[in-house]
């Protein structure tokens, strides 16, 4: 069975909510094990190498950063081949600063850096998520399983 592990930083809770929605979707199509972890407990990027799939998430801070939550974890990425391994990247983002979601995209480009496959375009998502932002999570969730696990649901 593949096993999935979804990491998330989230400060206000619409991050978090977009994690359970897209777990919610990978679950509804797939009977994958999904292992959620929130970034303030400590996850250890190394453990990352023992997945097949990963999904990356975090709300974009300041002028167009990663939370503070996230920096050891992303540093510690440097250090972890993830060749083969089937990835992707979202976040809640707020369209009042000059770069919108850069978080996304960031840890977008480590993923791929490391080796990772990315099997689709990252999720952003305005502040809360709304009624159609949930939909565009679940199939998020829904299209990572389809991306990279198999062939038709």
Same mark, same amino acid.
């Given at each position: 069975?593949?096993?999935?592990?979804?990491?998330?930083?989230? !400060?206000?809770?619409?991050? +978090?909510?977009?994690? /359970?929605?897209?777990?919610?979707? %990978?679950?509804?199509?797939?009977?994958?094990? %999904?292992? #959620?972890?929130?970034?303030?407990?400590?996850?250890?990027?190394? !453990?990352? +190498?023992?997945?097949?799939?990963? %999904?990356?998430?975090?709300?974009?801070?300041?002028?167009? +950063?990663?939370?503070?939550?996230?920096?050891?974890?992303?540093?510690? !990425?440097?250090?972890?081949?993830?060749?083969? #391994?089937?990835?992707?990247?979202?976040?809640?983002?707020?369209?009042?600063?000059?770069?919108?979601?850069?978080?996304?995209?960031?840890?977008?480009?480590?993923?791929? +850096?490391?080796?990772?496959?990315?099997?689709?375009?990252?999720?952003?998502?305005?502040?809360?998520?709304?009624?159609?932002?949930?939909?565009?999570?679940?199939?998020?969730?829904?299209?990572?399983? #389809? /991306?990279?696990?198999?062939?038709?649901?």
């Amino acid at each position: 069975m593949s096993k999935i592990i979804l990491i998330f930083a989230s !400060m206000s809770g619409n991050t +978090e909510e977009m994690a /359970n929605t897209i777990a919610e979707g %990978i679950t509804e199509v797939s009977d994958v094990s %999904i292992e #959620k972890i929130d970034i303030m407990d400590g996850p250890e990027a190394s !453990m990352l +190498e023992d997945y097949d799939g990963i %999904i990356l998430g975090a709300y974009t801070w300041g002028d167009g +950063e990663l939370p503070d939550d996230f920096l050891d974890f992303y540093e510690e !990425m440097d250090q972890i081949d993830l060749t083969g #391994k089937k990835a992707a990247a979202f976040g809640s983002c707020d369209s009042s600063y000059p770069q919108y979601g850069a978080a996304v995209d960031i840890l977008t480009e480590k993923l791929r +850096e490391q080796g990772a496959v990315i099997v689709q375009e990252g999720l952003k998502v305005e502040l809360t998520p709304d009624d159609e932002d949930i939909k565009n999570c679940q199939n998020f969730g829904r299209g990572f399983i #389809k /991306n990279s696990f198999v062939t038709s649901i």
